[in-house]
T-cell receptor, first 111, second 116 residues
Framework: NAGVTQTPKFQVLKTGQSMTLQCAQD?????MYWYRQDPGMGLRLIYY???????DKGEVPNGYNVSRLNKREFSLRLESAAPSQTSVYFC??????????FGPGTRLTVL | AQSVTQLGSHVSVSEGALVLLRCNYS??????LFWYVQYPNQGLQLLLK??????LVKGINGFEAEFKKSETSFHLTKPSAHMSDAAEYFC??????????????FGIGTKLQVIP
């Protein structure tokens, strides 16, 4: 099993450009999450999908949109990137007992 | 509301010395508690977790943690540090439940440096 995969691994954008971060899991988990990680701030939840067909805002949703394409895939879109969105983005999935399984991350720089 | 406090954003230990990383939590219901480890340029992976039952939990790579309800703590320990333990460690709390979704709150992380 690949677990949780994310593409791309690295991305550089100019302010105002858009992009979509892709995430897929092969563990048949119902719930999926997008976090951003910034130095000294830990992980902050952007959006989550408790189950296929549902999405909800997390702690820092402004400037982002998500799509739960099917049970396996959960994408994060930046419509108009800003320098404040420079971060490392992690996708995660979970099923029982709250354990979350994380992808390897996408390192995004917005110039 | 739930929260996590990790004391010390950076901890340095000598190789072979005891590792102690501190975590205190607050939760309005019986919590589930987790420690995750993040190696450089990688995602987080589960080190150990407490849900119910035995309060001393053993994890991978020789780590263990003890749930102390009276102290609202879940400190992570390892008797003898190894160079490969150098990483960032995150404590996390959730409000439990057997459903698919549970809100998880992460601490800000503690970077462990191991000195040869």
């Amino acid at each position: 099993n690949a677990g949780v995969t994310q593409t791309p691994k690295f991305q550089v954008l100019k302010t105002g450009q858009s992009m979509t971060l892709q995430c897929a899991q092969d563990m048949n988990h119902n719930s999926m999450y997008w976090y951003r990680q910034d130095p000294g701030m830990g992980l902050r939840l952007i959006y989550y999908s408790a189950s296929e067909g549902t999405t909800d805002k997390g702690e820092v949703p402004n400037g982002y949109n998500v799509s739960r394409l099917n049970k396996r895939e959960f994408s994060l879109r930046l419509e108009s990137a800003a320098p404040s969105q420079t971060s490392v983005y992690f996708c995660a999935s979970s099923e029982r007992a709250n354990t979350q399984y994380f992808g390897p991350g996408t390192r995004l720089t917005v110039l | 509301a739930q929260s996590v406090t990790q004391l010390g954003s950076h901890v340095s230990v000598s190789e072979g010395a005891l590792v102690l990383l501190r975590c205190n939590y607050s939760s309005s219901v019986p919590p589930y508690l987790f420690w995750y480890v993040q190696y450089p340029n990688q995602g987080l992976q589960l080190l150990l977790k407490y849900t119910t039952g035995a309060t001393l939990v053993k994890g991978i790579n020789g780590f263990e943690a003890e749930f102390k309800k009276s102290e609202t703590s879940f400190h992570l320990t390892k008797p003898s540090a190894h160079m490969s333990d150098a990483a960032e460690y995150f404590c996390a709390v959730s409000e439990g439940g057997t459903g698919g979704y549970q809100k998880v709150t992460f601490g800000i992380g503690t970077k462990l440096q191991v000195i040869p």
